[in-house]
């Protein structure tokens, strides 16, 4: 038998915090770092805010980017046509099938960059409708521009940081956090605000440096690097379930 207190055994678990929509998918993502036997702090860093836009139904392709959209879509009774229906991330091709959608095409690389590649080739004069959040990736539109499509951006939703937002920065403040798991770039810098509004931009980002930050997509990465924020990895797939068992296994590992 362990000699160990409970108190003693709860702060040997590594603590990762998560960044996720304020709704069931923060729970979902607390839930799943738990199974993979590390403390979640879940902080809600983003909040969906619909605009009630439906895409157009002209398009030869449509673009889905995220698992919100096809929701919102599907709300919406959005009828595609005859478009090709491409969804970036199995998440996002999920949600569409679970609606009713045919899902065409779904990018290799779960990415803006990955799409682009996907359908560069044959989109030149094609019409493209992109539907999407109000802090989408210059990187789909310039792309299917650059291929000689003709783009139009429908915006389905927008994105705000809830209030009440934050504890993640204390703690990263107070050097609690072994590992944190950023989603998007918008939760790097909807987590820097905080911290600045709290009054601990320097001390967060001093404490995030001990700990393992993990992040998806390249993008991520460059906004990360933009506020200063040294990141440990990149997922090697676009999927909260990939970022989360990696960076959990470097947190594991540097603990051991």
């Not at 895409?55 to 392709?61: E, G, I, N, V």
Request: net charge negative.
């Amino acid at each position: 038998m362990s000699d160990a207190t409970p108190l003693e055994t709860e702060t040997q678990t590594p603590t990762v915090a998560v960044f996720r929509p304020d709704d069931e998918r923060l729970a979902a993502a607390a839930d799943r770092l738990e199974s993979l036997g590390v403390r979640p702090l879940p902080d809600p860093m983003l909040a969906v805010e619909p605009t009630d836009a439906v895409p157009r139904t002209d398009a030869d392709y449509a673009v889905l980017t995220s698992k919100t959209g096809a929701e919102l879509v599907a709300d919406a009774g959005w009828d595609p046509g005859d478009a090709t229906v491409c969804a970036i991330g199995s998440a996002t091709a999920d949600a569409l099938r679970e609606a009713g959608y045919a899902v065409d095409r779904v990018p290799d690389e779960f990415t803006s960059s990955g799409l682009v590649a996907e359908l560069a080739a044959e989109i030149d004069g094609a019409r493209v409708e992109v539907a999407r959040s109000d802090h989408g990736s210059d990187v789909l539109l310039e792309g299917f521009e650059n291929a000689g499509a003709y783009c139009h951006e429908t915006v389905l939703y927008r994105l705000v940081r809830p209030e009440g937002s934050g504890a993640s920065t204390a703690a990263a403040a107070a050097g609690e956090l072994d590992g944190a798991c950023f989603t998007s770039s918008l939760t790097v810098a909807h987590f820097l605000e905080a911290a600045a509004e709290r009054g601990v931009r320097e001390e967060a980002l001093a404490g995030l440096d001990e700990a393992v930050v993990g992040v998806i997509g390249e993008p991520t990465a460059a906004t990360a690097a933009e506020y200063e924020l040294d990141v440990d990895l990149v997922a090697s797939e676009a999927t909260f379930e990939t970022l989360a068992r990696e960076t959990v296994d470097a947190v594991t590992g540097r603990n051991r």
